[in-house]
């Protein structure tokens, strides 16, 4: 079984509409990430979480909420979508460095959204 | 300000070798990874650096100098399945352990 998991892999959905996306990891890690991939931009963090009761804002954090329901659970909300919105969501996750893996980010394997 | 640059694509043959450039322009540094991603899929982890010199790990090196700013991702021995974005990540020092980006460099490789 994948660590990091996302659902749903593929979502078409319409402006206005309210959308969530879900990640669960049992890797046991505390710090969970969301990211979104535009075509030639890169990966922006949009929000992340050092633990269950940490919540912080990333850099393009406009438009967009997130929950942390578990240690192993991080959701991302769009409470009203906008077809700018359209993009590649990745969650990722990492140990803080205790495992000695210098607190690498391992990643979800994407949720591709169209907001039309 | 901050800013990460790597050359946007790049080519290669079958069984050569490529080096892809990262220079980064950051207000701290604690780290330098790199990524790669085939299209659609996750990035996958490769490799980090925190101090200066090389890293390596199989066909993959990669060589940092904090002075310069400057990083690069060495691939010997390319296959047609080293075909892929490679992104170049900085760390910067604190509590926030956030990761600046660069856009990648698409790497394809030819037979």
């Known amino acids: 079984d994948a660590d990091v998991t996302q659902t749903p892999r593929n979502r078409i959905t319409k402006t206005g509409k309210r959308i969530m996306l879900e990640c669960s990891q049992t890797?046991?890690?505390?710090?969970m990430y969301w990211y979104r991939q535009d075509p030639g931009l890169g990966l922006q963090l949009i929000y992340y979480?050092?633990?269950?009761?940490?919540?912080n804002k990333g850099e393009i954090s406009d438009g967009y909420s997130v929950s942390r329901q578990a240690q192993a659970k991080f959701s991302l909300s769009l409470e009203s979508a906008i077809p700018n919105q359209t993009a590649l969501y990745f969650c990722?996750?990492?140990?803080?460095?205790?495992?000695?893996?210098?607190?690498?980010?391992?990643f979800g394997p994407g949720t591709r959204l169209t907001v039309l | 300000g901050q800013n990460i640059d790597q050359p946007t694509e790049m080519t290669a043959t079958e069984g050569a070798i490529v080096q892809i450039n990262c220079t980064y322009q950051t207000s701290g540094f604690n780290g330098l990874f790199w990524y790669q991603q085939h299209a659609g899929e996750a990035p996958t982890f490769l490799s980090y650096?925190?101090?200066?010199g090389l890293e390596e790990k199989g066909r993959f090196s990669s060589f940092l100098s904090r002075s310069k700013g400057y990083s690069y991702l060495l691939l010997k021995e390319l296959q047609m399945k080293d075909s892929a974005s490679y992104l170049c990540?900085?760390?910067?020092?604190?509590?926030?352990?956030?990761?600046?980006f660069g856009k990648g460099t698409t790497l394809s490789v030819s037979s």
């Open positions: 650096n925190v101090l200066d």
């Open positions: 890797k046991g890690h505390d710090r």
């Open positions: 990722a996750t990492s140990d803080g460095g205790l495992a000695g893996d210098r607190d690498t980010q391992y």
């Open positions: 979480s050092f633990d269950v009761k940490d919540i």
């Open positions: 990540a900085v760390r910067e020092p604190g509590g926030g352990t956030a990761l600046i």
